[in-house]
């Protein structure tokens, strides 16, 4: 959702965080992928201006809009 929300492609996300994009797809997949490599997306969508919450056992994700990007 992060990814999608900054408008992101999956390859540019992958050089951001420098995660390969296959790593990237099995991510988004929900496969199973190292802690480290979670934590450098997470780290790059933060940098991006990505706020992640938790409430109720759910994950929520805000990004700013294209005025706030600027």
Not at 27 to 47: D, K, M, P, R, Y
Request: a positive charge; glycine letters at 8%.
């Amino acid at each position: 959702m992060a990814r999608a929300g900054l408008s992101w492609s999956a390859d540019h996300l992958s050089e951001k965080c420098g995660i390969s994009r296959i790593t990237i797809a099995r991510f988004e997949s929900g496969l199973a992928v190292a802690a480290a490599s979670i934590e450098a997306i997470h780290a790059a969508l933060n940098a991006a201006g990505a706020d992640f919450t938790r409430k109720a056992g759910k994950i929520a994700v805000a990004v700013p809009d294209e005025a706030a990007a600027k």
